[in-house]
């Protein structure tokens, strides 16, 4: 092989530079993400492990069928209905109403940015109560 | 002479059964395809293949046909524009001063504008200065639908309503260029500005916060009436209508926009088309609008 | 062979450090764009589509022209044209690749690009459009390549490369026809809705590509040791001429109709261009510069001896691209939306990050064709020697 040192040596450079995120962040992982969860509404729509892992699957349908098949009324597996809405049913009131404490949580853990919210209006967190308006 | 007449019959018979069968079969086609994907799309079914829809139109909901409004223009208050107000509020629609980015679902146009091909020196008075209200005219046969790369904008089959679906849109505004209506909007500029959307649009007069129940839109997808789809479902009449009925009441006048089912021989609006003499906005592009004016 | 790009002379790399600047000012411009909005550009809610869908159904002609070269050089075996028609492909694929740019920095929402592949809609026209010019851009550059490859080792083209050949003639014509469609068959955009406008579109490619071409050419012989010459170049120039006066004579045909036929609506679109409207009139100096041009043009161009002078051709040839630039880049979009449906005029005229970022386009473009050109130049001279 015609210059094999520096081939090598760039290729361990390389794979020491993509490596970068491991070996800076080593021994520094930030905190695990705390989910507050609803205190008044004790059954999420679908069972917990299903929603952590295809909660997004979920929404998609959601919308789907919402804005295009005019279906608006969702039963869970067990056989409970709800309203297919984002704002008005899983960020009501009883429910995830914080998105603080909720979404963002493992949102912002796994850096992910779903554009929801660019949309979507999430409830008015309490400090912001003072300023409401009628 | 028998065996004529037998062979005419015969060829009669298959070429009718041929004319018979071929739309028939395409129509059992199409609705049993229809049942199947319960108004989806194939592409769509396919994405969720895995979460089979199990959702249904709420029970309070109301149906029709085919939706339509009747605008009776000469009963639109002087000055007033509720209906303009109380859509524009309850669908987030943004107030942005500059008419180059505005965004309009339903406003007041002058007839020469809304009817410009029927405009003349010596139109009646009362004409020149009555405010026509324009909406999407929720086209029996869209231009819009029919040009749009993504089918971001559909109608919906249940109840022809055309619809925008503004996740998908990608802002391409071939429909803005389709519509002979003037009846799309496309947001040039952020319409309600959040924290990591960037810069605040200067231009803004909105003072109060979006109405929380509603969505809001993101900059670069194309907008329009939906004939409040989302109202409907919850068995309202829209939104627009509604609040015409109430104050043209209180002025004891009849209501300038009346909404209902145009295949429902008994409906209101199919009243007034068979009492009144009433227009259509460029009936002669076969786009086929179901909003009906009486001037 | 594509390490040919990278060995060139001082000039060439000066020339494209100067595009790679303008792009980049271009691509600031653009990210501004992405940020907040199509607001920053001229465009409204009246005029819905302006600068970068004019020069993208500019371009797509630019793009289609290449087929002036081919079609005579394999179906009719005009032999001169061999030598040049690696350049015509070549500029082809420069021209698709603006298009499809143009239509990218268009885009409101340019991240949700591939829901047309995810909802594949056949009924909309913009659908094939996107099919006929990607299909078309690999058509060139694979084509292009296998036969300058070829060349390169002084063999013919291998025989299976003549299917792609074959097809990329109709192809040619095809993007063309599919973008005139996207206007032709809107209702109520009475400028748009005529039948004509599909040979209109051919008509002015194959003036304006065959121009374009030429000049390239000219630049060609002037900054490398391969000369694309003299026959072609003349040859060229009587296409350019035909489809020049085909493309005025369709014009004419327009507002015969148009103007005979007395219909407002009609007539209104063209009141504006050419005369403008109680006060309203942005482009009324252009469009006549643009018919000014052409039709300088056609008269340089039929006189015989003027046309086969190459310094007379030049100016014929720069005046057959800036004319139907204005009219089709500019006067074809703009003059479709005003007035709007509704019969109110709003002007139109592009901003300066709008046109910065246009401007980059058209520095991407040449700079692929500054590439390709560098490759198949260089291939040539190294077979001749």
Redesign the interface.
Same mark, same amino acid.
């Given at each position: 092989m015609y210059d094999g040192g520096k081939i090598i040596t760039g290729i361990i450079i390389g794979l020491v530079l993509l490596a970068f995120p491991i070996w800076y962040t080593h021994g520094t992982a930030p905190p695990r993400p705390e989910v507050k969860l609803p205190v008044k509404e004790k059954q999420c729509v679908q069972p917990k492990a299903y929603m952590k892992t295809n909660h997004m699957q979920l929404l998609d349908l959601w919308r789907d069928s919402t804005v295009r098949a005019a279906k608006r009324i969702y039963i869970s597996d067990d056989g409970r209905k709800y309203d297919m809405s984002l704002q008005n049913t899983c960020m009501s009131a009883d429910c995830h109403a914080k998105k603080t404490e909720f979404c963002d949580q493992c949102h912002n853990y796994t850096g992910v940015v779903p554009y929801c919210w660019d949309c979507h209006i999430e409830p008015k967190e309490p400090k912001e109560k003072s300023e409401e308006k009628h | 002479m028998g065996v004529n007449r037998r062979k005419f019959l015969k060829i009669a018979g298959i070429s009718t059964l041929g004319v018979v069968a071929k739309p028939a079969a395409d129509a059992l086609a199409v609705e049993w395809l229809d049942k199947r994907l319960?108004?989806?799309?194939i592409?769509?079914t396919l994405?969720?293949l895995?979460?089979r829809?199990?959702?249904?139109?709420?029970g309070e909901?109301l149906t029709a046909k085919r939706w339509a409004m009747v605008v009776n223009v000469k009963n639109c208050p002087e000055g007033c524009k509720a209906c303009r107000e109380v859509c524009h509020k309850v669908h987030n629609v943004p107030d942005i001063e500059n008419?180059?980015?505005?965004i309009?679902w339903i406003w007041h146009?002058e007839y020469?504008?809304?009817f410009?091909?029927q405009k003349h020196e010596h139109i009646e008075e009362a004409l020149k200065k009555i405010p026509f209200v324009v909406l999407c005219n929720h086209c029996q046969n869209p231009?819009c639908v029919?040009?749009?790369?993504?089918?971001?904008t559909?109608k919906?089959k249940?109840?022809g309503i055309v619809?925008m679906?503004?996740?998908?849109?990608?802002?391409?505004?071939?429909c803005?260029?389709?519509?002979?209506?003037?009846a799309r909007?496309?947001?040039?500029?952020?319409p309600?500005p959040?924290e990591? &959307?960037?810069?605040m649009?200067r231009f803004r007069k909105d003072k109060? /916060?979006?109405n /929380?129940?509603?969505?809001?839109?993101?900059?670069?997808?194309?907008e329009k009436c939906n004939f409040c &789809?989302e109202r409907l479902?919850k068995g309202q009449i829209p939104a627009c209508v509604e609040t015409c009925r109430e104050v043209t009441k209180k002025k004891g006048m009849k209501p300038a926009l009346v909404f209902g089912d145009l295949e429902a021989p008994d409906s209101e609006v199919r009243q007034l088309l068979r009492s009144h003499y009433t227009l259509r906005r460029?009936p002669e592009?076969?786009?086929n609008p179901n909003v009906y004016y009486i001037v | 062979m594509f390490e040919k790009a990278f060995l060139g002379r001082r000039k060439y790399w000066i020339w494209l450090a100067i595009l790679g600047g303008i792009i980049g000012v271009g691509f600031i411009m653009w990210l501004w764009q992405f940020r907040v909005g199509l607001g920053i550009t001229g465009m409204s809610r009246d005029v819905s589509w302006g600068f970068y869908i004019g020069q993208f159904t500019y371009l797509v002609g630019v793009a289609a022209a290449g087929v002036m070269v081919v079609l005579p050089y394999y179906l009719h075996h005009f032999k001169a044209f061999g030598r040049i028609t690696i350049l015509a492909e070549f500029m082809a694929v420069g021209a698709v690749s603006m298009c499809l740019l143009f239509i990218l920095v268009d885009l409101g929402n340019p991240v949700r690009m591939l829901n047309m592949v995810l909802h594949p809609t056949p009924n909309s026209v913009l659908f094939w459009d996107m099919i006929v010019l990607n299909v078309y851009l690999f058509l060139n550059i694979f084509i292009g390549w296998t036969v300058l490859s070829a060349e390169r080792k002084s063999a013919p083209p291998p025989r299976w490369i003549k299917p792609f050949i074959y097809i990329s003639i109709p192809w040619a014509i095809s993007i063309h026809t599919v973008t005139a469609y996207l206007y032709a068959g809107l209702p109520g955009r009475h400028f748009w809705l005529t039948a004509v406008m599909a040979p209109r579109f051919l008509s002015s490619a194959f003036c304006a590509g065959p121009a374009l071409l030429i000049l390239l050419c000219l630049i060609v012989r002037k900054t490398t040791r391969f000369d694309p010459g003299k026959e072609q170049i003349r040859t060229l120039g009587s296409i350019v001429t035909y489809a020049l006066i085909l493309n005025v004579f369709l014009f004419v045909c327009e507002l015969f109709t148009v103007f005979y036929s007395q219909i407002p609506g009609h007539m209104d679109h063209f009141h504006y261009l050419f005369f403008g409207h109680e006060g309203h009139g942005n482009l009324i100096s252009l469009m006549w510069l643009a018919f000014a041009l052409m039709t300088g043009a056609i008269i340089l161009l039929v006189i015989p001896a003027c046309r086969r002078n190459e310094e007379i051709l030049t100016v014929a040839c720069v005046m057959t691209v800036i004319g139907t630039w204005i009219d089709k880049g500019f006067g074809l979009v703009v003059g479709g939306f005003v007035p709007n449906p509704m019969h109110e005029y709003t002007e139109y005229w592009p901003t300066v990050p709008e046109a910065l970022i246009s401007l980059a386009v058209w520095a991407t473009g040449f700079l692929i064709i500054s590439v390709l050109y560098k490759v198949a130049t260089s291939v040539k001279e190294e077979v001749r020697a």
């Open positions: - | 319960g108004g989806f799309t592409p769509e994405l969720h895995f979460h829809p199990t959702g249904f139109t709420p909901a008419p180059r980015h505005e309009k146009g020469k504008h809304v410009p091909g231009a029919r040009v749009c790369p993504t089918k971001a559909f919906r249940h109840d619809l679906d503004m996740h998908r849109c990608i802002g391409c505004r071939f803005m260029a389709a519509c002979p209506f003037g909007s496309f947001n040039w500029i952020i309600w959040r990591r &959307a960037g810069t649009p109060e /916060p979006p /929380p129940e509603f969505p809001t839109r993101v900059k670069g997808v194309v &789809a479902a460029k592009l076969g786009t | -």
